[in-house]
C-alpha cells in the first residue's frame, strides 16, 4: 500500500465523518443528543442510487422491545460520529425529534423515499445534497 492510499484512509473529514464507512458498521449504532442522552439507534440507510448520496438515516426512538418504536428519517450530514460514545451525535433534542418526520420503515422508503427526505431536510433546515 502507498503512503497517498494510507493517509486517504487515516482523514476524517470536519464533520466527524470519515471519508468511507461499511454500512454495516453503521447500523445499530446508537444516536445521543448534545447532551449525552441516548435518544435511539440507527436502524437503516436509504441510498439515492441517482447521486450516489446518502439521503438520510433511519433512526429508531422509542419503544420498548420493538413496541411502539417510531422510525425517523434523519439527514445523514446531522450525525456526527463521537469516538468517546462510540455513536452518533445530533444537535436536535428529544422533543425536536418526537415532533420530527416519523413513520414505518415500508412508508419512509416508499416512492423512492422523496417525500420524507424533502420533509425531513426541511424540518430539520438542513442543506440539500441535490
Known amino acids: 500500500m502507498n503512503a497517498s492510499s494510507n493517509d486517504m484512509r ?7 465523518h470519515t471519508g468511507a ?3 454495516k458498521k453503521v447500523l445499530g449504532t446508537n444516536v445521543y443528543g448534545t447532551a ?9 440507510i436509504v441510498l439515492d442510487k441517482r447521486s450516489n448520496n446518502i439521503m438520510f438515516a433511519v433512526c429508531g ?3 420498548f ?8 428519517a434523519i439527514p445523514w450530514s446531522s450525525l456526527n460520529y463521537d469516538e468517546s460514545n462510540n455513536g ?11 415532533a420530527g418526520p416519523a413513520d414505518t420503515v415500508e412508508a419512509l422508503t416508499r416512492d423512492n423515499g422523496i417525500a420524507y427526505r424533502d420533509s425531513a431536510y426541511s424540518y430539520y433546515k438542513t442543506p440539500k445534497y441535490w
Not at 36 to 44: H, N, Q, T, V, Y
Not at 65 to 72: D, I, P, S, W
Not at 88 to 97: E, I, T
Open 61 to 63: 426512538f422509542g419503544g
Open 88 to 98: 452518533y451525535v445530533v444537535n436536535f433534542s428529544a422533543d425536536q425529534l418526537r
Open 21 to 23: 464507512i461499511r454500512a
Open 65 to 72: 422491545l420493538g413496541m411502539g418504536e417510531k422510525y425517523h
Open 10 to 16: 487515516s482523514n476524517s473529514m470536519p464533520s466527524g
Open 36 to 44: 449525552g442522552e441516548k435518544l435511539g439507534s440507527i436502524e437503516d
